[in-house]
């Protein structure tokens, strides 16, 4: 049966492992490193628990999707309350620029890309990660959704508006054309190591590195612009769960490898629309319809997929299983949501 959990110290290693399989993008909000990842996952415990505010060090959720009969982690998923977490988040802005001479009757369109932190404090999906065998399954589907239901039962930890970073064109040989042709000459550094410092460290680099003025799409080189807004193939099937979603593509780019940024407001996602709290009743074993069931605030949070029947009452019947599971008795209350 797969289990949608907070992280606890004891995934690290089985974390880190998927960690290490997966492309440079994620490095930023998953880290690789064993002490960046510990300190990961203690901040978000303490921010399940309720004990980070949003005005002090905005709260960031790191759940894993476990399959209960062996233990095994085979993914992660996250969020950030506030995206840049006290810091300036950076995007491009995609825009245009008319450029006319009177005198000789010419007049274009330029495209441009202007730096931006106007998604600073937005709420921000990542961090998802899952081993390959699954991407597409049911269990793909809750490990990327469960975070809604949490969302939808926490909604005053959260902005009205949320956005994903997908990650962007990254050829096989480890290039990124869109960091090759305009940050690496600016930053000194390989796609890979300005990521990481993007994740763990202040933010305040990339205002302090990357030029103010507005970039000419034009004098990019040919692969990095036909890059831009283009999901990694390894990232379609969550492009797509994310647009079925309600998030759809912006005027924002990624800063690094000008991946599409999606965004959406957050009373009008999908899973949190069509969720309903309801009460368990009592047991269900036949295989009716499968449904995403979430329970327990803060820290006891759980979510999982299973055979539900209602009743008129907003009753719920579930297998003792799902019960067992989620760590609940008759009377708890749970949210369900159609797969």
């Known amino acids: 049966m797969w289990l949608v959990r907070p992280a606890e110290p ?3 290693d089985q974390i ?3 960690a290490g399989t997966q492309c440079a993008r994620l490095s930023s909000t998953l880290p690789k490193q064993g002490d960046a990842l510990a ?30 009969e062996t233990g095994d982690i085979a993914g992660t998923a ?24 009177h005198e000789l009757g010419v007049s274009r369109r330029v495209e441009v890309l202007y730096p931006s932190h106007s998604l600073t404090d937005v709420s921000l ?60 000459h600016f930053f000194n550094m390989d796609f890979e190591t300005a990521d990481q410092y993007s994740g763990q460290l202040s933010k305040t680099f990339i ?13 990019l080189s040919e692969s990095a612009q036909k890059a831009m807004g283009q999901p990694h193939q390894i990232t379609v099937p969550n492009f797509e769960l994310l647009q079925r979603e309600g998030f759809q593509p912006g005027n924002y780019l ?30 269900n074993e036949d295989t009716s319809e499968t449904c ?37 008795t008759a009377g708890d209350r749970v949210r369900i949501a159609p797969l």
């Not at 991946?259 to 899973?271: H, I, N, W, Y």
């Open 254 to 283: 990624d800063i690094f490898d000008a991946g599409p940024v999606l965004e959406a407001r957050t009373d009008s996602l999908k899973t949190l629309v069509t969720s309903h709290p309801k009460e368990l009743h009592g047991t």
């Open 125 to 184: 999906l990542c961090s998802f990660s899952i081993r390959p065998g699954l991407q597409g399954t049911d269990a793909f589907e809750l490990l990327s959704r469960a975070r809604i239901l949490f969302i939808a039962d926490h909604r005053e930890w959260f902005a009205q508006r949320m956005a994903v970073e997908i990650q962007g064109v990254q050829l096989d040989d480890g290039s990124v054309p869109f960091w090759d042709s305009l940050g690496r």
């Open 16 to 18: 880190l492992a998927i």
């Open 39 to 68: 300190y990961k996952i203690e901040q978000s415990l303490a921010s399940f628990a309720g004990r980070i505010s949003a005005e002090d060090d905005p709260p960031r959720f790191l759940f894993v999707l476990e399959d209960t």
């Open 78 to 101: 996250g969020i950030d309350a506030h995206a840049g977490n006290g810091q300036p988040f950076y995007s491009y802005r995609r825009d245009a620029l008319i450029h006319a001479s």
């Open 292 to 328: 995403l069931i979430a329970a327990g605030e803060g820290d006891q949070f759980r979510c999982t997929l299973t055979p539900v029947a209602e009743t008129l009452d907003d009753k719920l019947k579930v297998p003792v299983s799902t019960w067992h599971t989620l760590n609940r």
């Open 10 to 12: 004891d995934d690290l």
């Open 207 to 219: 205002a302090e590195l990357m030029p103010p003025n507005p970039i000419y799409v034009t004098l």
